[in-house]
């Protein structure tokens, strides 16, 4: 009894075994109505329906399927499905249909589908970064930005990103950053308590070696090829990772001179925008603008507009000279790309409408026309492309 048992036992394990053995083509299991034995027929492959079952004597018959029908699996089915009808609203066709395949459709860019519905990606607010990007499936996932960094934007795409290590580029902190602004650093406590990052002059200097096309690597480029101390590659990536195109040239510029200012040449460039500075003092140092001056003069300003908070904040941390400056370099840090010069000549169109004081608009004019200077611009080129040599002027710098 127990030796025929363990016989079954060994069968039936052996039937298992061979009836969950995968094979190919799949199989399925049908009746012969001729013969009423079991068969094991193919499955009929995606693109196909089933079209006779096979039988003793002859293999399954498969059929293509018509026209806005389809089957994308092995099947023993009679009948293909039929494609799904046309997108919906606010859907693109991401696949069309074919034999193997029902139609995809997914939401335009920047939406999710939800209950049917293509729904706007979450944005997170100033304060927030983004934890998981949207995708066509999935909402936006914000989070809190912890301590040590900061969110300055409303958007859907922009992570939280670390505060500035002043220390690192040789500069001092002036103002601790919070969740929703960044740490504001100084060259010199005496001369730029408020925070300047790049002022009015060195944008003006440093412009020329901004490439007006995409360069790859291009501050690789400029770190390798610039004379003296070399900057490091951490300062360099972390330059990368907080700041646009533009704005990266002028943070690399700015440090390679902080930290090269024995040099006598970058002697010489240090004298010189200090005289630039001096300039611009005598042209806006003395307009003493108001609030409501100052805000209708950061409205005036086209892309993102600098807020009141960082108007008041201006004010108590600022000498009455610097506001203006100050305010203009968060607005160029704000629009990535932006020229301030070009910014402030869209802005003394608009002013008319603020009823602004024609000194004021007059000190901006006189400003625009002494950093456009031709004297200062083609001095400064000639001077950094000698010093950089022949490798960057390969990468054919175009002067704004």
């Known amino acids: ?7 079954a036992l060994l069968f039936l394990d052996l039937s298992i ?20 034995r079991p068969l ?33 699996s092995w099947h023993k089915s009679d009948e293909c499905l039929y494609c799904s009808p046309v997108c919906k609203e606010l859907q693109y066709v991401k696949q069309e249909c074919n034999r193997t395949h029902n139609r995809v459709c997914e939401c335009e860019e920047g939406r999710y589908l939800e209950l049917e519905f293509c729904l706007k990606h979450r944005s997170c607010p100033p304060g927030f970064g983004v934890l998981q990007a949207g995708t066509p499936e999935r909402n936006t996932v914000c989070r809190r930005c ?15 990103r670390k505060h500035t290590n002043c220390s690192a580029f040789g500069l001092l902190l002036t103002q601790k950053g919070n969740s929703t602004h960044d740490n504001i650093c100084s060259a010199n406590s005496d001369t730029q308590t408020c925070g300047i990052d790049v002022t009015l002059c060195e944008e003006a200097f440093f412009r020329f070696a901004v490439p007006t096309k995409f360069t790859p690597n291009w501050l690789s480029v400029l770190v390798d090829n610039l004379p003296g101390t070399k900057v490091n590659a951490e300062s360099v990536e972390r330059i990368k990772r907080r700041h646009s195109s533009q704005e990266q040239t002028f943070q690399l510029l700015k440090l390679w001179k902080q ?12 004298q010189d925008i200090d005289l630039c500075e001096n300039g611009v003092q005598r042209h806006i140092g003395h307009a003493n603008l108001t609030y409501e001056q100052l805000r209708s003069l950061m409205e005036s300003l086209p892309g993102k507009k600098v807020g009141i ?12 000279s610097e506001e203006l ?35 004021v608009t007059h000190s901006l004019r006189k400003t625009i026309r002494f950093l456009h200077s031709f ?26």
């Open 1 to 7: 009894m127990n030796r025929a048992l363990c016989c």
């Open 259 to 270: 930290q090269n200012k024995e040099q006598d040449v970058v002697k010489k460039i240090i």
């Open 375 to 400: 004297t200062m611009y083609r001095l400064y080129q000639k001077l950094f492309l000698e010093m950089i040599g022949n490798q960057v002027q390969s990468v054919k710098i175009s002067c704004l």
């Open 309 to 320: 908070e960082d108007i008041e904040r201006t004010r108590k941390t600022c000498r009455s």
């Open 17 to 36: 075994k061979w009836t969950t053995q995968e094979t190919f083509p799949p199989k399925y299991l049908h009746h012969d109505p001729e013969t009423s």
């Open 40 to 72: 094991m027929c193919d499955k009929c492959p995606p693109g196909t329906y089933l079209k006779q079952h096979c039988t003793a004597r002859r293999k399954t018959v498969c059929a293509p399927c018509p026209d806005h029908y389809y089957t994308d």
């Open 325 to 359: 400056p100050k305010l203009l370099s968060l607005w160029r840090m704000r629009n990535g790309d932006q020229d301030t010069l070009k910014g402030l000549m869209h802005a003394l169109k608009h002013l008319k409408t603020y009823h602004f004081p024609k000194t």
């Open 146 to 160: 912890p301590d040590g960094f900061f969110s300055d934007e409303t958007s859907s795409k922009a992570p939280c």
